[in-house]
């Protein structure tokens, strides 16, 4: 999502389009799951607003200060010696209560701003969530975080229901005078325009349509954008294009092997990349683990930090049991590389929705992750889903049972994707070459069948 201020009395009416999810279902189930599991940072106005309404630590439900400076903010604004031009810069969030609530989360799962003073005056993020809005040809098109359980679940109205409330949204997120935006890079080496960037898209999501196995739809889809990634489509354009990603479509599905068992084992080195890759997305930075409450301040974050490097060093070393803090309990580090076995019933239907919420959304590529072209944002998308069948598989072993079950690959989604696009280390540089690496050496396809077989 990519923010703006909230100046609902000062913007126009919306006249773009916003392009909703037709497959996708939400609906609050107030679980308080982002209550808990995000760090909120507000605007200035959103600061001025809260205070205007006059919250403190002894009205607020987790009993503390309700906001608090971001960061190294903290240092700033008690500084003695710095001019009040830099203490103006500094940048403030909702505080979170010792037990990782947020500050305004009631005892029913409620957020006190919105029951005494209405929805529209809570941060722009917290109503955002778990939309994410993305600039496209003239307006937004719509995604969803699937690290809310509700969206995992397709649970509630039809997102396409809920238009009038997106288009709120909307509005309050679009910067003024939108006109629509120039589409992402289609590979590293090349750009086309809008019509022909969606008719690649479309192709890569049509991969995931019908009932089909979810599996041998992701090798497609990826054989499919090795081929883009490595084409210079120069005056192949228009129908001309559609015509060339049919047939190569086709050809990707035909040369799939009838049997996931024919994939080699990743190579060492793929597996060492792919255990540093897990080692990112296993842990789960709340306010309650980081110390990220008034009192934990920057030092808290630093700790839980250190912690993340400690254990990620050992676990791609796959040396012993898995490492504390890391996503489930203990287990041999090295059974994570075993074969998991088929998918349980309802993943395939689970991870093919992912897919073509996040194409047809544009959450892999472009502003939504930090300006990576299509193909990498693909690949890189490819391999969410090992990284979850493991997660997944790991949970299972944690509690001594030999098969995942689709409430395991359920939390390992959600887990996943409140990481990817969000948490830097999953859209900067290093871990763009590394899934490159995994492409160009065909081990994001081997990791994808040992996952499905």
């Known amino acids: 999502m990519w923010g703006g201020e909230f100046y609902p009395e000062r913007r126009p009416p919306l006249a773009v389009?916003?392009?909703?999810?037709?497959?996708q279902r939400w609906t609050c189930q107030s679980c308080a799951g982002c209550c808990r599991e995000h760090q909120i940072e507000i605007t200035a106005e959103e600061r001025d607003r809260l205070v205007g309404q006059g919250w403190t630590a002894e009205n607020t439900?987790?009993?503390?200060?309700?906001?608090?400076?971001?960061g190294a903010s903290a240092r700033f604004i008690a500084s003695k010696w710095l001019p009040p031009a830099f203490k103006r810069r500094a940048r403030f969030r909702l505080n979170h209560a010792p037990d990782g609530a947020c500050a305004f989360l009631r005892p029913d799962g409620l957020c006190a701003v919105h029951k005494e003073f209405g929805e529209e005056t809570k941060p722009l993020a917290c109503r955002v969530y778990p939309y994410a809005?993305?600039?496209s040809r003239k307006g937004v098109t719509v995604s969803l975080r699937f690290s809310c359980p509700t969206v995992t679940a397709n649970d509630g109205a039809a997102v396409v229901d809920n238009a009038a409330e997106v288009k709120a949204l909307a509005h309050a997120v679009l910067p003024p005078g939108f006109q629509g935006a120039e589409p992402p890079a289609l590979s590293r080496s090349q750009s086309v325009g809008w019509a022909d960037f969606d008719r690649v898209r479309e192709a890569l999501a049509a991969c995931f349509e019908g009932d089909g196995p979810f599996v041998p739809a992701l090798l497609r889809a990826v054989s499919l954008a090795a081929v883009v990634d490595r084409s210079q489509f120069g005056e192949v354009s228009g129908r001309r294009l559609k015509e060339f990603l049919e047939l190569i479509s086709g050809a990707a599905a035909a040369e799939l092997p009838e049997d996931l068992h024919e994939y080699d084992p990743p190579t060492r080195a793929g597996e060492l990349t792919f255990r540093g890759a897990l080692a990112t997305y296993a842990h789960k930075d709340t306010a309650a683990t980081t110390g990220a409450t008034a009192g934990g301040g920057a030092f808290g974050n630093l700790g839980g930090r250190l912690r993340r490097v400690a254990g990620a060093?050992?676990?791609v070393s796959a040396a012993g049991l898995t490492p504390k803090g890391l996503w489930a309990g203990p287990i041999p580090a090295a059974r994570l590389a075993e074969d998991a076995g088929p998918p349980p019933p309802g993943a395939d239907e689970l991870f093919a929705r992912y897919m073509r919420v996040k194409l047809e959304g544009?959450?892999?590529?472009?502003?939504?992750?930090?300006?990576?072209?299509?193909?990498?944002?693909f690949f890189a998308l490819g391999l969410t889903f090992p990284l979850a069948i493991t997660l997944a598989r790991w949970r299972a072993l944690a509690e001594q049972r030999d098969r995942a079950t689709l409430q395991d690959v359920r939390l390992g989604l959600q887990l996943v994707d409140h990481h990817h696009g969000y948490d830097p280390n999953t859209t900067g540089s290093n871990h763009r070459r590394a899934v490159r690496q995994l492409q160009k050496t065909g081990d994001l396809a081997k990791l994808i069948a040992r996952c499905g077989r």
């Open 313 to 315: 060093a050992k676990f």
């Open 362 to 377: 544009l959450a892999c590529c472009g502003p939504a992750f930090d300006g990576w072209p299509l193909t990498d944002g």
């Open 133 to 135: 809005l993305h600039p």
């Open 17 to 23: 389009p916003v392009q909703l999810p037709t497959i």
């Open 61 to 70: 439900p987790g009993g503390v200060e309700p906001i608090v400076p971001l």
